[in-house]
């Protein structure tokens, strides 16, 4: 199949290019081309949502002319991301007029010099009325107005108040972190999102939204429940404690109670913990990929959350007597849930971790891939794999190695070597270790001290994590064991 030759608006525009050589390039490309817009980074918020109200606007622009697919934002090939697609010509003559015009507007040279920032104007105001062909960006655009902008435009307020004033009586479920979702149009199904959770209102199909919007196709759950220890908040089931943001929770509660039911918060409640866990559900999905609350109707999907390692398990069975069963169930002490590494061989053990993180839906297991056999020349790199993308979080590529140990010893840093090289090399935005072992202190502050650099996330299995999830996968256990 030809490949497809690329227009971006941007070089267009520096480059000068007349309405006569978009012509020929039309001419040429009559079958169909790749249309690319820049989006800018910017340090300011408020410069980085007019990069992508502006990215939005002429990209709607240029699809109506066309027939147009296969949208994605390119965050790998430059400096700065580029929203590309791409788009038969339907009406070449509007088309090169757009494009011409577009790029004359973004070179300055516009003959009307209000008619760029007029339009966009308009355009923002409409946005949330629009159908869009490419909600992605008016997605992003939404995220970083509500979480920095809105912080840089009421610094410049005399009176802060009237500023949230303004956005109550406009979009009062920005004040909570919230927006319409902009794919609510393309399903027809409403839901609102955050960056740290969705809301599912009571007359949207809560199964249809979850699978198109967070590839996540079906999942079991735990029941669960919310409990508050020493100022820290976590949710119990049978088989996980996970520690989440009370924030979030908080701010999804407070957007459902204030703007959708104009009810009372739950803050006002002598003893809130008592009224919520009274008056909504809670549940743990496989893995602990999110957790679902539901409140009033209304569906929380809290994606902000952190499953306790063994030792953090058992530090919370020490000072919470009231949980003692359950928590000592976790961590083991009712039932042997103990593995006996000494069965399997290096490259079973790196199978072994390929099956976790296939199960794990945090990954997104159409992505993984296994680097050769144990002991290849695998350039570090036994197992890589993207996180499942979701609206305004973008795939994090992970790097894993996988270390089987057969004796007591633990898992030093001497025995890992390279990981900073390795994760610059191949550009992960994550690091994760397998390993049979007890994972030493030496490496626990050899990777914090990286992550901390870098901003890395990190995902450490030791012999306790391993264990405590094959013993909830016993097919998986029986496989490998038995």
């Known amino acids: 199949m030809k490949q497809l030759n ?22 040429q490309n009559s079958n169909g081309f790749i249309f690319q817009k820049v989006v800018e980074r910017a340090r300011q918020y408020s410069d980085l ?48 007029e757009a494009l011409y015009e577009i790029s ?65 009586k406009q979009n009062p479920e920005h004040l909570f972190g919230f927006w319409k979702c902009m794919y609510s149009d393309t399903i027809q199904q409403d839901f609102y999102v955050s960056s740290e959770s969705w809301i599912i209102p009571p007359q949207s199909d809560f199964k249809k939204i979850l699978k198109k919007y967070s590839s996540i196709e079906k999942s079991s759950f735990d029941v669960g429940s919310l409990f508050s220890l020493n100022g820290n908040y976590f949710i119990i089931s049978s088989n996980y404690v996970l520690a989440i943001s009370f924030t979030s929770l908080a701010k999804a509660y407070q957007c459902i109670s204030h703007v959708f039911n104009e009810e009372t918060s739950f803050y006002q409640h002598h003893d809130w913990l008592y009224h919520f866990n ?28 952190y499953k306790l390692s063994f030792n953090e398990i058992n530090l919370l069975n020490k000072d919470a007597a009231i949980i003692f069963r359950t928590t000592s169930a976790l961590i083991g002490l009712k039932e042997n849930i103990s593995c006996d590494w000494s069965r399997i061989d290096d490259e079973s053990f790196e199978e072994l971790c390929y099956d976790l993180i296939y199960y794990d839906p945090i990954f997104d297991n159409k992505t993984i891939r296994k680097m050769g056999k144990s002991r290849s020349r695998d350039g570090g790199r036994d197992i890589v794999v993207y996180t499942r993308e979701r609206i305004a979080y973008k795939p994090q590529k992970f790097i ?68 405590r999830d094959l013993s909830m996968l016993p097919q998986l256990k029986d496989r490998y064991f038995k």
């Open 6 to 27: 690329k227009f971006n608006i941007d070089e267009a525009a520096s480059e000068g290019m007349t309405s006569e050589e978009i012509k020929l390039f039309l001419s």
């Open 49 to 96: 949502v007019i990069y992508y109200l502006e990215a939005s606007y002429i990209c709607e622009q240029i699809a109506v002319l066309g027939k147009v697919k296969s949208f994605e934002v390119d965050w790998k090939s430059g400096y700065h991301s580029i929203a590309q697609f791409v788009i038969i010509p339907k009406k070449l003559e509007e088309l090169q």
């Open 104 to 168: 004359q507007a973004l070179a300055g040279e516009h003959p009307d010099e209000f008619w760029w920032p007029e339009n966009l104007e308009e355009y923002q105001e409409n946005i949330k009325k629009r159908k869009l062909k490419f909600p992605e960006l008016a997605d992003d655009y939404f995220a970083n107005l509500i979480n920095g902008a809105y912080n840089e435009y009421e610094s410049n307020y005399d009176n802060p108040a009237e500023f949230r004033s303004n956005i109550l």
């Open 278 to 305: 009274n008056t909504s559900e809670v549940y743990i999905s496989d893995f602990a990929g999110f957790i679902q609350f539901t409140i009033n109707g209304y569906k929380v999907i809290l994606w902000d959350q």
């Open 400 to 467: 894993f190695q996988c270390k089987l140990i057969k004796s007591n010893s633990s898992l030093t840093a001497t025995k890992v070597l390279d990981i900073s090289d390795i994760i610059e090399q191949y550009e992960a935005d994550g690091y994760g270790i397998f390993t049979s072992g007890v994972i030493d202190s030496t490496l626990f502050d050899k990777i914090d001290k990286i992550a901390s650099r870098r901003q890395l996330k990190t995902h450490l299995s030791s012999k306790y994590e391993l264990e």
